[in-house]
């Protein structure tokens, strides 16, 4: 090729680039010719099917879209049109949610999600709402066009209290898998939807408010309403069983929420919708003296997970003292530790009172959980006695190994004709 004919060809294509790049729409715009009315019939198309609830009147953007990677805000339709080509923008209008993306990918899934408009909208208006699209995006050196204040109304078919899928479907999608999401909370066959209402409430106020959130009941603690209110939610279905001593109870007089043990919409556990991965971390997130405590040398064991604090207390409440399932301290102990329960033909009476006098039951740093180290252990009742009177040293006959135990050592009580002083 000769370098002559080389410069003409690329003078040609220099004109042809030229010559788009002059025309009145940039190259990116789209594969078809703009077609104003396509894009007048496409507004009305994007008001009929509530575009601009979750979009902003003309796809201006700004609606809240809690901890969404876009800013908390759901995207603006601004500049969409220069990220996809036609069949692109089609396909994502029908094809319905797309996997979320989180700002804090801990925290929860964002509300509002892209619903599917696949066999709602027609070929001809997906054509022309494309047009509309199109036509929201402003030229390269100009500004975009301000939307008008006024909202349009929220179209009949998103109002109700089924329809919270239309706008929460990835929310709605993963409630399938919860213990709420079935035939038993749904009273009389409703939709599967209306368990939403059953703890939320009324939702066709607040989706005709464009997500109006006074209308809804919320959980979490910046939501108005008191904790009592929300609360009285659950307990409509969760009254018995359980929780029927919850009302005054040590955590209810504190004013703690379901909402603080239990996470419903994404639960942190595989079990009981438990606010931490398990239960001993729910409890853990205040009272954590008793998780320094399972730290200490001598433990029953819970941080092997093979006990949990729900088998000595329920914390929905009790008719006992320190939220204890059984009425003394003892019952509690002798679920599991039977021996111990005697009855003995000796009893040692502080056994048969209390096992808390001598063991801490969260953990010890003295051995088998003991209170005090031995010797101390039995001299803070035992001074008084004839061959102890005085504290021993260790090294003692008395005090040395395991102690007063060397000889006495039934401490729980005896059952031997000759063990009054619990030699045997
Ligand atoms: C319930 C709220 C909601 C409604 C109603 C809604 N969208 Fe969306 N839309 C979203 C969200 C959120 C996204 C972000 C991506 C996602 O979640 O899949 C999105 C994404 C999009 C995208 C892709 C934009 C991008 O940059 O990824 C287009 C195009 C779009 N929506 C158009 C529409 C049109 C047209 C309508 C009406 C027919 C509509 N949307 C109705 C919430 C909604
Ligand atoms: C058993 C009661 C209950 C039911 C039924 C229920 N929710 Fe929730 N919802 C909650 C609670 C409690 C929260 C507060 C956050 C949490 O605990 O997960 C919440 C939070 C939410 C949030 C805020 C987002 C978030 O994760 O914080 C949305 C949106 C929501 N629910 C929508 C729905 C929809 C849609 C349904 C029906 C599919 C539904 N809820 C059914 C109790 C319920
Ligand atoms: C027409 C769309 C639409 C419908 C239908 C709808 N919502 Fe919403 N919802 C919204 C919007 C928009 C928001 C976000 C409002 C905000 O954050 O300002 C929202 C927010 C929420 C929140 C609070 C989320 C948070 O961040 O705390 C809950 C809970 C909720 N909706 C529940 C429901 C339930 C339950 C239903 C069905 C009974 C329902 N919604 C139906 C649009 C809708
Ligand atoms: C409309 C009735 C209803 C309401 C309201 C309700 N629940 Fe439930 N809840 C149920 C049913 C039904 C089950 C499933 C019971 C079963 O599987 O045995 C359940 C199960 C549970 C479970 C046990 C889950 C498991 O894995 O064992 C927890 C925890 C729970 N609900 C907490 C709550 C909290 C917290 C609220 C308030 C935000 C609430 N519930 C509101 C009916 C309800
Ligand atoms: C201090 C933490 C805490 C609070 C507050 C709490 N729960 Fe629980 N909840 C638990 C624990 C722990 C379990 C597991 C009990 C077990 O396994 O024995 C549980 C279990 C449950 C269960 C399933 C077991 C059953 O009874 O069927 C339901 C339902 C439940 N809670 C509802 C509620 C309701 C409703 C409230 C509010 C009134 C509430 N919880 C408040 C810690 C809590
Ligand atoms: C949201 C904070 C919170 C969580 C979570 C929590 N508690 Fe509590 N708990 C309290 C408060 C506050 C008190 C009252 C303390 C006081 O009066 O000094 C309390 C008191 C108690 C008491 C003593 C009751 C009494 O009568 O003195 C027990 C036992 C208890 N909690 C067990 C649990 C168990 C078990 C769990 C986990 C299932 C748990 N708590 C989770 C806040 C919490
Ligand atoms: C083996 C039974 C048992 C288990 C398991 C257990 N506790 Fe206790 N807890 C007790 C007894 C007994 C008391 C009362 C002690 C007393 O009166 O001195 C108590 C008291 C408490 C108190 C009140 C303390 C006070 O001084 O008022 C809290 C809080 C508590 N437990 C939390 C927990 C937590 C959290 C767990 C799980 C990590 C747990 N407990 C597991 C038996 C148990
Ligand atoms: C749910 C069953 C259960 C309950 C209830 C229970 N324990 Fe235990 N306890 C255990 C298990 C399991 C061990 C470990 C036994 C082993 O290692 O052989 C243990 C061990 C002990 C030990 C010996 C610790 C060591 O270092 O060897 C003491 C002391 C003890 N428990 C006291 C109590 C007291 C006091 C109570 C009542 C407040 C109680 N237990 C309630 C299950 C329980
Ligand atoms: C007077 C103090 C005292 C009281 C009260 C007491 N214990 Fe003990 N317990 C001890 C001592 C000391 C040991 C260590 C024994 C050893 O080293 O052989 C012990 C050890 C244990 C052990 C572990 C070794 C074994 O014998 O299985 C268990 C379990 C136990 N106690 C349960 C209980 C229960 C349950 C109660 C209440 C019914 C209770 N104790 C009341 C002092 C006491
Ligand atoms: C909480 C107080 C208390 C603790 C701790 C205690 N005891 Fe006792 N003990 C008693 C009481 C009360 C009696 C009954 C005294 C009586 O009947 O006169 C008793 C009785 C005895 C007896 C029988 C005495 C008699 O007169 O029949 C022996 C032996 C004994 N204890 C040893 C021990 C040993 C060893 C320990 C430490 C492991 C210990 N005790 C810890 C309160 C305690
Ligand atoms: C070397 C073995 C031995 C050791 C160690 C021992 N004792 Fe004794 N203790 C006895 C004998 C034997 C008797 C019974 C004396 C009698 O019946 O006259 C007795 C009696 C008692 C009595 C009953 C006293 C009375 O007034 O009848 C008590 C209480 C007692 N011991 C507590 C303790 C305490 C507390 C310790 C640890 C500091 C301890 N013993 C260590 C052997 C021992």
């Given at each position: 090729?000769?370098?002559?004919?080389?410069?003409?060809?690329?003078?040609?294509?220099?004109?042809?680039?030229?010559?788009?790049?002059?025309?009145?729409?940039?190259?990116?715009?789209?594969?078809?010719?703009?077609?104003?009315?396509?894009?007048?019939?496409?507004?009305?198309?994007?008001?009929?099917?509530?575009?601009?609830?979750?979009?902003?009147?003309?796809?201006?953007?700004?609606?809240?879209?809690?901890?969404?990677?876009?800013?908390?805000?759901?995207?603006?339709?601004?500049?969409?049109?220069?990220?996809?080509?036609?069949?692109?923008?089609?396909?994502?209008?029908?094809?319905?949610?797309?996997?979320?993306?989180?700002?804090?990918?801990?925290?929860?899934?964002?509300?509002?999600?892209?619903?599917?408009?696949?066999?709602?909208?027609?070929?001809?208006?997906?054509?022309?709402?494309?047009?509309?699209?199109?036509?929201?995006?402003?030229?390269?050196?100009?500004?975009?066009?301000?939307?008008?204040?006024?909202?349009?109304?929220?179209?009949?078919?998103?109002?109700?209290?089924?329809?919270?899928?239309?706008?929460?479907?990835?929310?709605?999608?993963?409630?399938?898998?919860?213990?709420?999401?079935?035939?038993?909370?749904?009273?009389?066959?409703?939709?599967?939807?209306?368990?939403?209402?059953?703890?939320?409430?009324?939702?066709?106020?607040?989706?005709?408010?464009?997500?109006?959130?006074?209308?809804?009941?919320?959980?979490?603690?910046?939501?108005?309403?008191?904790?009592?209110?929300?609360?009285?939610?659950?307990?409509?279905?969760?009254?018995?069983?359980?929780?029927?001593?919850?009302?005054?109870?040590?955590?209810?007089?504190?004013?703690?929420?379901?909402?603080?043990?239990?996470?419903?919409?994404?639960?942190?556990?595989?079990?009981?919708?438990?606010?931490?991965?398990?239960?001993?971390?729910?409890?853990?997130?205040?009272?954590?003296?008793r998780?320094a405590q399972l730290q200490r040398s001598s433990h029953m064991p819970f941080r092997e997970?093979?006990m949990?604090?729900?088998?000595?207390?329920?914390?929905?409440?009790?008719?006992?003292?320190?939220?204890?399932?059984?009425?003394?301290?003892?019952?509690?102990?002798?679920?599991?530790?039977?021996?111990?329960?005697?009855?003995?033909?000796?009893?040692?009476?502080?056994?048969?009172?209390?096992?808390?006098?001598?063991?801490e039951p969260h953990g010890s740093n003295?051995?088998k959980l003991?209170?005090?180290?031995?010797?101390?252990?039995?001299?803070?009742?035992?001074?008084?006695?004839?061959?102890?009177?005085?504290?021993?040293?260790?090294?003692?006959?008395?005090?040395?190994?395991?102690?007063?135990?060397?000889?006495?050592?039934?401490?729980?009580?005896?059952?031997?004709?000759?063990?009054?002083?619990?030699?045997?």
């Amino acid at each position: 090729m000769s370098i002559r004919r080389f410069s003409m060809q690329l003078l040609i294509l220099v004109g042809i680039s030229l010559l788009v790049g002059g025309s009145t729409r940039p190259s990116w715009m789209s594969e078809q010719p703009f077609d104003r009315q396509a894009a007048d019939q496409g507004k009305l198309v994007f008001e009929t099917y509530g575009c601009f609830v979750c979009h902003g009147n003309e796809g201006s953007g700004g609606v809240k879209n809690k901890n969404s990677a876009t800013g908390g805000v759901v995207t603006a339709l601004t500049y969409t049109s220069r990220a996809f080509k036609d069949v692109e923008l089609k396909e994502r209008i029908i094809k319905g949610p797309s996997p979320a993306k989180k700002t804090d990918p801990k925290g929860p899934t964002p509300p509002l999600s892209m619903p599917a408009y696949r066999g709602m909208i027609s070929d001809a208006e997906l054509t022309d709402l494309v047009a509309y699209i199109r036509s929201l995006t402003p030229e390269e050196d100009e500004e975009p066009k301000a939307a008008g204040q006024e909202r349009p109304p929220v179209p009949e078919f998103m109002l109700g209290n089924n329809n919270c899928q239309v706008c929460h479907s990835l929310v709605t999608e993963m409630f399938k898998t919860n213990p709420h999401h079935g035939a038993q909370v749904t009273q009389k066959g409703e939709e599967e939807a209306a368990v939403c209402s059953t703890c939320h409430g009324d939702g066709r106020r607040h989706a005709a408010g464009y997500g109006d959130l006074a209308s809804i009941v919320r959980f979490s603690k910046e939501a108005s309403g008191s904790i009592n209110e929300k609360n009285n939610v659950c307990l409509q279905c969760h009254e018995k069983g359980m929780r029927l001593h919850w009302k005054g109870s040590a955590h209810e007089s504190k004013n703690l929420a379901c909402v603080d043990c239990h996470k419903i919409m994404e639960p942190a556990s595989p079990q009981k919708l438990f606010a931490k991965v398990n239960e001993l971390e729910t409890c853990f997130q205040c009272h954590q003296q008793r998780r320094a405590q399972l730290q200490r040398s001598s433990h029953m064991p819970f941080r092997e997970g093979k006990m949990k604090c729900t088998d000595c207390h329920n914390p929905h409440g009790t008719a006992n003292e320190k939220l204890l399932i059984e009425a003394t301290v003892n019952e509690n102990c002798y679920k599991c530790h039977a021996d111990k329960r005697g009855p003995f033909l000796w009893e040692h009476p502080p056994v048969a009172e209390n096992c808390a006098n001598c063991h801490e039951p969260h953990g010890s740093n003295h051995e088998k959980l003991l209170v005090v180290d031995r010797p101390r252990l039995c001299q803070r009742c035992h001074i008084e006695a004839r061959h102890p009177t005085t504290p021993q040293l260790a090294s003692t006959r008395f005090a040395f190994n395991r102690s007063c135990q060397n000889c006495h050592s039934q401490i729980h009580g005896s059952n031997s004709p000759s063990g009054v002083r619990f030699h045997r």
